[in-house]
T-cell receptor, first 113, second 114 residues
Framework: AQSVTQLGSHVSVSEGALVLLRCNYS??????LFWYVQYPNQGLQLLLK??????LVKGINGFEAEFKKSETSFHLTKPSAHMSDAAEYFC???????????FGPGTRLSVLP | DGGITQSPKYLFRKEGQNVTLSCEQN?????MYWYRQDPGQGLRLIYY???????QKGDIAEGYSVSREKKESFPLTVTSAQKNPTAFYLC?????????????FGDGTRLSIL
């Protein structure tokens, strides 16, 4: 069965520091990959997605992610953290058309002043 | 603006009571989904529907029921058989045409037991 791993349930960074949130998936076939952000008591908002083509994907709010097939990874990065980035981040995969999404357990990002 | 509306935002259930959570979308999406979110457990799929008058069980359907009488609406009923209903419930929808379509989410309903 498809699974998604997010290393670190809680990550803390200082304001202005690099943000790196890790996501690995288990599949021999490259899936469709997504990152979502969730602020407290709100729904999930799409940050970015990878379907085909360029492996470095840019999203909203200065985030980007790189698909690495050899490492089955899709890590999310942002060069400089802002206080407003504090939220929960979810990685999700969809293997093929018609399959349901599989979500990772989430990583809570804290940004320290 | 198009989007997904969930109501109410907060809901309280008495023991033995059924409660219904509303989800309406005006995005003209074919598929709709209900997820349950518990702290530290991510999202778990309850039910989903890809077409009107048809729906499928997800991973944790026991104690829940749904209907899909209209394309825009996918209400979720939490029955008295669900012994631990306290959670944050999220509704999502998605276009089925085209590859790599994302799911779009509502703002959720927080259900608590009185």
């Amino acid at each position: 069965a498809q699974s998604v791993t997010q290393l670190g349930s809680h990550v803390s960074v200082s304001e202005g520091a690099l943000v790196l949130l890790r996501c690995n998936y288990s599949s021999s076939v490259p899936p469709y990959l997504f990152w979502y952000v969730q602020y407290p008591n709100q729904g999930l908002q799409l940050l970015l997605k990878y379907t085909t083509g360029a492996t470095l994907v840019k999203g909203i709010n200065g985030f980007e992610a790189e698909f690495k097939k050899s490492e089955t990874s899709f890590h999310l990065t942002k060069p400089s953290a802002h206080m407003s980035d504090a939220a929960e981040y979810f990685c999700a995969v969809r293997l093929y058309y018609g399959q349901n999404f599989v979500f990772g357990p989430g990583t809570r990002l804290s940004v320290l002043p | 603006d198009g989007g997904i509306t969930q109501s109410p935002k907060y809901l309280f259930r008495k023991e033995g009571q059924n409660v219904t959570l509303s989800c309406e979308q005006n995005l003209n999406h074919d598929a709709m989904y209900w997820y349950r979110q518990d702290p530290g457990q991510g999202l778990r799929l309850i039910y989903y529907s890809q077409i009107v008058n048809d729906f499928q069980k997800g991973d944790i359907a026991e104690g829940y029921s749904v209907s899909r009488e209209k394309k825009e609406s996918f209400p979720l009923t939490v029955t008295s058989a669900q012994k631990n209903p306290t959670a944050f419930y999220l509704c999502a929808s998605m276009r089925l045409e085209g590859s790599g379509q994302p799911q779009h989410f509502g703002d959720g309903t927080r259900l608590s037991i009185l």
